[in-house]
């Protein structure tokens, strides 16, 4: 209980995520809000939805949820979506709002909670597992990330029908809730697994050893390479689309190739990511080789290696390799104690044979009756006295 109440406190790095989150969620909206895929309200790409979902997953419910609400509302914002308060009259010709709804019409405020809901239930579920590495861990993410959407879209959708009456309820259901839900699963189930497979393996120490390394340069490059089709085909579609909606404008263009650029760049980082997260157990290895040949690892690090986890054949590598270490190390220190015991033991030796030469000798056995006669006459001595 004390680490759920923990986990419920807004820290400053919490703040911090959670502005970035907002940020990055209202512009990547505002980026990708020119390309339906179909003639419904909600059918565009929506890469975004990705951002509040992870937040949530990653620092808990309270950034989720934030990222969510702001981030929808800084996205629809920019996007000119929001008719504010008080609303314009040609509003009330198409949409009958009753006078309590208004502010929430203007500012589409059900579908900012509702966002907020997407990132909050990911949140909620990272209280109690905040574990993202099997592909166990992955699919219950996956689950949450539908109820989530299902949930959030659901609420914003249900409090649609109440706004604008249940006359609007197939038309909502049908134009807004279903495209809405099918869109944002689609996109979540393509880039959430990949973004919380990065986070849980990301390894910021380090840096310069990563990027030194030949064979995470190579795995990136290819990645990359594999990568960079697709985006230029995407790029080329969203065109397309554009010119046959008709809208193809200067600040059309500018968000295509925008988002044609940030594609880029996401797909690098999670080139360079993929390749350190498959570099690394190799990269780990070869260091520990390099210090068992200078006798320098030590058989706690060799039983790190040895618990490895996984039962990939790299992790078995380094299983294996651990555990041969660490057999080498213990009979090493075995065989020191062997050398240390015989070393006292021949010093013992050395030590026992001074000494039989110093007294086996014919001076000091004269020494010796000396001595004792020497005591034997103070003996005597010592008698008649008394």
Same mark, same amino acid.
């Given at each position: 209980?004390?680490?759920? !109440? ?43 939805? *990705? ?20 981030? !929808? ?36 405020? !059900? ?17 109690? /597992? ?9 699919? *219950?993410?996956?689950?949450?990330? &539908? ?24 038309? @909502? ?16 189930? @393509? ?21 030194? +390394?030949?064979?995470?340069? /190579? ?42 650029? @940030? ?15 498959? +570099? ?8 520990? *080789? ?37 057999? &080498? ?45 020497? /005591?034997?006459? *103070? ?8």
């Amino acid at each position: 209980m004390t680490s759920t !109440n923990a986990s419920l406190r807004l820290k400053g790095r919490d703040l911090l995520a959670m502005v970035i989150g907002i940020i990055l969620y209202g512009g990547i909206s505002w980026l990708t809000n020119i390309s339906p895929l179909s003639g419904s309200v909600g059918g565009e790409i929506r890469p975004g939805i *990705a951002i509040p979902i992870v937040f949530g997953f990653v620092y808990g419910p309270i950034v989720g949820f934030g990222v969510g609400l702001f981030g !929808n509302l800084l996205g629809d914002s920019l996007s000119g979506y929001l008719y504010g308060y008080p609303l314009p009259p040609a509003f009330f010709d198409v949409y009958p709002v009753p006078k309590c709804c208004e502010v929430v019409a203007g500012y589409l405020l !059900n579908y900012q909670f509702g966002n907020g809901l997407i990132g909050l239930i990911p949140g909620i579920y990272a209280l109690f /597992r905040r574990r993202y590495r099997s592909i166990g861990d992955i699919i *219950a993410a996956l689950v949450v990330t &539908v109820i989530a959407i299902v949930a959030g879209i659901g609420f914003a959708a249900g409090t649609d029908i109440i706004i604008y009456g249940q006359e609007m309820t197939e038309t @909502i259901r049908d134009f807004v809730f279903i495209p809405i839900v099918r869109v944002n699963i689609i996109n979540a189930a @393509i880039l959430v697994p990949i973004l919380l497979f990065n986070y849980e393996r990301l390894d910021l120490s380090n840096m310069r050893e990563w990027f030194r +390394s030949g064979l995470v340069r /190579r795995l990136s490059l290819v990645i990359l390479v594999s990568a960079a089709l697709p985006v230029g085909l995407l790029g080329l579609f969203l065109v397309e689309q554009a010119t046959t909606a008709g809208i193809v404008t200067e600040d059309i263009n500018f968000k295509l190739g925008f988002t044609v650029l @940030i594609t880029l760049i996401f797909a690098a980082a999670n080139a360079v990511l993929v390749a350190q997260t498959i +570099s690394r157990p190799l990269l780990r290895l070869t260091g520990a *080789a390099k210090q068992m040949g200078a006798g320098e690892l030590s058989s706690d690090q060799a039983g790190e290696l040895k618990a490895t986890q996984g039962t990939d054949e790299i992790a078995q590598l380094s299983q294996l390799f651990g555990q041969m270490a660490q057999e &080498v190390i213990q009979r090493e220190e075995r065989l020191k104690r062997q050398v240390e015991e015989l070393r006292i033991e021949v010093d013992l030796a050395k030590q026992q044979q001074q000494v039989s030469e110093i007294t086996d000798n014919e001076y000091f056995r004269e020494l010796k009756e000396k001595v004792n006669k020497i /005591r034997a006459q *103070a003996g005597k001595q010592s008698e008649s006295e008394e």
